[in-house]
């Protein structure tokens, strides 16, 4: 099976602009998550999606929203974008829909905010 | 909410050597506990992962321990290579949902 993909894997942008990730689950997987990674925060959980539904959502602004489509495929968006928006951003999707199942991870977008 | 520390934060050691890379976290309502390893730059590539009824599991030269009522968990790798360098994270399942909280890490370097 083909792994989970990011698009894209680099991205520069402009404060004030908005970015859209997009990932790509393993085939047959439902769920997928989404992480920021920082050096001073570390992973830190974004919101979760399984079925087209957000089930979980992490300590973030609404500025950071996402939505799931009937492929499984998954999109983030950040809106007016801050300095402190750079980061890895990482997606995850797993197999089950219930309790926490094993996570595989994309390789992450990374995003500069200049 | 579940915090998740990993000691040390960055450990050096020569190549052949066994280690163990510790990870504790606040609250033992886990649903399971998996640990990553990380190269730079990249994504997370999953190792092991433990279920919260299960005591430990194996892969290869790795061991992976829990402790739920202790809130630790414990990653043996056994005669460490240069290859093994990477960061190591472990991150603790909620039972409500696919959240998972990772701990801040340890960077590896095995020396040749």
């Known amino acids: 099976k083909a792994g989970v993909t990011q698009t894209p894997r680099y991205l520069i942008k402009t404060r004030g602009q908005q970015v859209t990730l997009s990932c790509s689950p393993i085939?047959?997987?439902?769920?997928v998550s989404w992480y920021q990674q920082t050096p001073g925060q570390g992973l830190q959980f974004l919101f979760e999606?399984?079925?087209?539904?957000?089930?979980n959502k992490g300590n973030f602004p609404g500025r950071f929203s996402g939505r799931q489509f009937s492929n499984s495929r998954s999109e983030m968006n950040v809106s007016t974008l801050e300095l402190g928006d750079s980061a890895l951003y990482l997606c995850?999707?797993?197999?089950?829909?219930?309790?926490?199942?094993?996570?595989?991870f994309g390789p992450g977008t990374r995003l500069t905010v200049t | 909410k579940q915090e998740v520390t990993q000691i040390p934060a960055a450990l050096s050691v020569p190549e052949g050597e066994n280690l163990v890379l510790n990870c504790s976290f606040t609250d033992s309502a886990i649903y399971n506990l998996q640990w990553f390893r990380q190269d730079p730059g990249k994504g997370l590539t999953s190792l092991l992962l433990?279920?919260?009824?299960?005591r430990e599991q194996t892969s290869g030269r790795l061991n992976a321990s829990l402790d739920k009522s202790s809130g630790r968990s414990t990653l043996y790798i056994a005669a460490s290579q240069p290859g093994d360098s990477a960061t190591y994270l472990c991150?603790?399942?909620?039972?409500?949902?696919?959240?998972?909280?990772f701990g801040t890490g340890t960077s590896l370097t095995v020396i040749p």
């Open positions: 085939s047959g997987h439902r769920s």
């Open positions: 991150a603790v399942g909620t039972n409500t949902g696919n959240q998972f909280y």
């Open positions: 995850a999707s797993s197999e089950s829909g219930a309790l926490s199942y094993e996570q595989y």
């Open positions: 433990i279920q919260s009824s299960q």
């Open positions: 999606y399984f079925s087209e539904t957000q089930r």
